[in-house]
């Protein structure tokens, strides 16, 4: 079974500064990972993902994250964040089965 | 993109009765369905998985008989929750995946159910 751990319940922020939200994960198999970004009362939107390729994948709203095996993470990245960025964000991973795994989650507030 | 629209966005209902919580593919076609719950400020737990035309496979300490899981089609899932108690009361995200891409799920808006 894989498990995914977030090492920050909360990570506040200033507008235009840069953030970077942790994600480890631990599994005895190949893995698939992703970043989902949840807004209130919503459901989950794909930030992006790792399926195999270049450990460096880029997402959508300037977001990218590093995929580093010998350390089992999986950290995202924004150079510069907006107000509209406030939200949740999870971390999740997947094997075969295709099942995901979620993390805590990482409440991400942006101040001006 | 994929979309997946989840109906209804919040329900509120009396102890005792069935709600029926409708989850759709409404672009491409839903080889598995999966069915999560949130409580508050949590994560999301995966309830069960379901293939169309074959019956849902439950998570460990997921009561199938309260919450019964039907995929009839390839756009379609739905999720009853049957004699619903206040304990119920939760955030329930669907999501699917094709089988084209099997890897990545496109998740609902989600229903709050509240029962009274």
């Known amino acids: 079974a894989q498990s995914v751990t977030q090492l920050d319940s909360q990570v506040p922020v200033f507008e235009e500064a840069p953030v970077e939200l942790r994600c480890n994960y631990s599994?005895?198999?190949?893995?698939?990972l992703f970043w989902y970004v949840q807004y209130p009362n919503q459901g989950l939107q794909l930030l992006l993902k790792y399926l195999s390729g270049s450990t460096l994948v880029k997402g959508i709203n300037g977001f990218e994250a590093e995929f580093n095996k010998s350390q089992t993470s999986f950290h995202l990245r924004k150079p510069s964040v907006h107000i509209s960025d406030t939200a949740e964000y999870f971390c999740?991973?997947?094997?075969?089965?295709?099942?995901?795994?979620f993390g805590a989650g990482t409440t991400v507030t942006v101040r001006a | 993109g994929a979309v997946v629209s989840q109906h209804p966005s919040w329900v509120i209902c009396k102890s005792g009765t069935s709600v029926k919580i409708e989850c759709r593919s409404l672009?491409?076609?839903?080889?598995?369905m999966f069915w999560y719950r949130q409580f508050p400020k949590q994560s999301l737990m995966l309830m069960a998985t379901s293939n169309e035309g074959s019956k849902a496979t439950y998570e460990q300490g997921v009561e199938k008989d309260k919450f019964l899981i039907n995929h009839a089609s390839l756009t379609l899932s739905t999720l009853t929750v049957t004699s619903a108690h206040p304990e119920d009361s939760s955030f329930y995200i669907c999501?699917?995946?094709?089988?084209?891409?099997?890897?990545?799920?496109?998740f609902g808006a989600g229903t709050r159910l509240s029962v009274l």
């Open positions: 599994s005895s198999v190949s893995v698939y």
């Open positions: 999740a991973v997947s094997a075969d089965d295709y099942k995901l795994s």
């Open positions: 999501s699917a995946s094709s089988g084209s891409a099997k890897n990545i799920q496109y």
């Open positions: 672009d491409f076609q839903a080889t598995t």
